[in-house]
């Protein structure tokens, strides 16, 4: 089993820029990619990015590129989501996932593993 537990959601203005961490904890050994996805009300949970555990490779959805940039600490299993630019539309539930799945993948049902969620709320 692995754990996950996100923190430093808030509420941001636009334009501005807020940080997510996700601790891990548990059998990581296992883990091959951790991902960030968010819903909004009334819609599915979507993938935002995400990256492959050893190599550091990280994937992101077009609504993103250039803002939001995904880094993790490996030693202390650490994953993070900076996000920058923010824009209303980021609005959101922020959730950071893990998969033991080969190959990583960036569809939601990949993942086994999912925090609690943290709220983002970008004012226009």
């Known amino acids: 089993q692995v754990q996950l537990v996100e923190s430093g959601g808030g509420l941001v203005q636009a334009g501005g820029s807020l940080s997510l961490s996700c601790a891990a904890s548990?059998?990581?050994?296992?883990?091959?990619?951790m991902g960030w996805f968010r819903r909004t009300p009334g819609k599915d949970r979507e993938f935002v990015g995400g990256?492959?555990?050893?190599?550091?490779?990280?994937y992101y959805t077009d609504a993103v590129k250039g803002r939001f940039t995904i880094s993790r600490d490996n030693a202390n299993n650490t994953l993070y989501l900076q996000m920058n630019s923010l824009k209303p539309e980021d609005t959101a539930v922020y959730y950071c996932?893990?998969?033991?799945?080969?190959?990583?993948?960036?569809?939601?049902?990949?993942?086994?593993?999912w925090g609690q969620g943290t709220q983002v709320t970008v004012s226009s």
């Open positions: 548990g059998r990581m050994f296992t883990i091959y990619g």
């Open positions: 990256i492959k555990w050893n190599s550091g490779s990280t």
């Open positions: 996932a893990a998969t033991n799945l080969l190959p990583v993948g960036w569809t939601k049902n990949r993942y086994a593993y």
